[in-house]
């Protein structure tokens, strides 16, 4: 069997939605309607509006209603953690850093993860303890690693269930290196399923049923709330008092709404020993 730091080498992270959508965002339209929407988010986006710069990168990094700009994309992603604080939009930043050619910089990579980590987002603590677990990045340490993918443990990502269990099994890394995760493993054992899938048990599962509406209405529904320029409330957040920012400009919301795959090389079949 392929070893676990092998499965990870060559690592894409490929952003499929941002979750301030309830559907996902179709890569390359050019149509006439996307262009529309393009323009809109961007006169939003000049009017201050943290949220729309996020979707704005988005539309970026997608080519929606405009041609690919990954620099683009990766400024207004800057922007919106910025002024906005956005959960989201500093995740995908942190993941342009660590993957897109001529913008990888891992240690800005690192730095807007771990806002986004700060706020309990549950893929930035998986992809921190990637980076911390896996020699490539240059950052190797299990402490640290131990103590992300214990958060993301916790947090039920399902990615983090794969290398808990591979530590567990002592294949060339102990289970002494990462006591943390051993620890959230023992607490709350994997299920195994018929056709060899793994989970957390039932009872100890959130079920969150999400019923989405078209992305078209997800986006006019925003553009309403952006009509109006951005006022300054005597905080580095525009737009909410003080008392008010902690929970307005996380547009990850229920982060289950969020569509993130991560996409990893070979992994499965590197994970059945093929």
């Not at 092998?6 to 939605?17: A, E, R």
């Not at 339209?29 to 990168?57: D, I, S, V």
């Not at 050619?101 to 807007?112: A, L, P, S, T, V």
């Not at 992305?215 to 553009?223: A, I």
Request: net charge positive.
């Amino acid at each position: 069997m392929k070893t676990i730091k092998n499965m990870f080498t060559g690592v894409l992270i490929v952003m499929l939605s941002n979750s301030v959508f309830a559907a996902k965002l179709p890569s390359n339209c050019q149509t006439q309607e996307c262009e529309e929407y393009f323009h809109q988010f961007k006169l939003a986006a000049k009017r201050g509006h943290p949220q729309a710069m996020a979707t704005l990168g988005q539309f970026y990094y997608h080519a929606y209603g405009t041609e690919k700009n990954v620099g683009e994309a990766l400024r207004y992603f800057k922007k919106a953690s910025r002024i906005g604080g956005d959960s989201a939009a500093q995740l995908k930043a942190g993941l342009i850093y660590l993957s897109e050619d001529g913008h990888k910089d891992i240690d800005k990579g690192i730095d807007y993860l771990k806002k986004a980590a700060k706020k309990d987002y549950k893929a930035a603590n998986f992809v921190l303890g990637m980076i911390y677990f896996d020699a490539k990045y240059g950052r190797q340490d299990y402490a640290l690693a131990d103590e992300y993918f214990a958060d993301a443990y916790q947090q039920r990502f399902p990615e983090v269930a794969k290398v808990a269990l591979y530590v567990q099994q002592e294949n060339e890394i102990s289970p002494q290196s990462f006591p943390k995760l051993m620890a959230e493993l023992q607490q709350s054992p994997l299920m195994a399923s018929r056709d060899g899938s793994i989970s957390w048990p039932k009872d100890e599962m959130e079920v969150i049923t999400v019923t989405s509406p078209p992305l078209e209405t997800v986006l006019r529904e925003q553009l309403v709330t952006y009509r109006r320029p951005v006022k300054t409330t005597g905080t580095r957040f525009t737009g909410k008092s003080c008392a008010e920012r902690t929970q307005c400009y996380a547009s990850d919301g229920v982060e289950g709404m969020a569509d993130y795959t991560f996409l990893f090389v070979n992994y499965n079949r590197a994970a059945s020993g093929q």
